[in-house]
């Protein structure tokens, strides 16, 4: 199977995301270095996985790392609108300043039940911090809580992406790039 060949086009090349990357780890070292105590931040599993192990090998100041699983696409391309958290954090975050790293911010469903959730856990703060943003598919809106940062990679046209930990099917993950899957992919 060629994993290559299945890409119509690549949005971002491993070197362009490496650079984003420390980009955006040196501006939440930056923004969060005054704290006294480390800020937690949490991978959205199992997307992120790859964003989370590069950006926190990057952040400057103490951190704890924990992952919670948030579902909503099962094995197709659109949201269901309704996901669900079926893995939660082991970590407790009650007055903490939680960051919560996504790979790719669509309708904004997933993140605002996630919010909702960390919120109600007793977050001090919760920012989110994003690979990708995709506001042209954007149906709910996020609140960020307290004194909460959005941080984003890259906006991304509305096309099905892959790689760099995305994924159809549970293929593509390991793409070092970010790329269009073509079509016939997954229709």
């Not at 893995?87 to 939680?98: A, M, P, Q, R, Y």
Request: charged fraction near 25%; proline fraction near 4%.
């Amino acid at each position: 199977m060629d994993l290559d060949g299945d890409i119509e086009r690549v949005l971002w090349t491993a070197e362009e995301i490496s650079i984003r990357v420390s980009d955006l780890a040196a501006q939440i070292s930056g923004d969060f270095r005054h704290l006294p105590s480390p800020v937690v931040v949490v991978g959205v599993a199992t997307g992120a996985f790859v964003f989370l192990a590069d950006i926190v090998r990057k952040i400057t100041i103490p951190i704890a790392v924990d992952f919670i699983r948030a579902e909503s696409y099962g094995a197709g391309t659109e949201s269901s609108c309704s996901p669900i958290i079926s893995c939660d954090l082991k970590i407790d975050i009650t007055g903490k300043h939680v960051i919560l790293v996504e790979d790719i911010v669509d309708t904004g469903s997933t993140l605002s039940k996630l919010i909702a959730h960390l919120k109600s856990k007793g977050a001090s703060s919760i920012s989110v911090c994003a690979l990708l943003d995709k506001p042209a598919r954007r149906k709910i809106h996020f609140e960020l809580v307290g004194e909460g940062n959005f941080y984003r990679g890259f906006d991304c046209p509305d096309y099905f992406v892959v790689g760099y930990g995305m994924d159809f099917a549970e293929l593509y993950r390991n793409l070092p790039y970010i790329g269009v899957l073509k079509p016939e992919k997954y229709k």
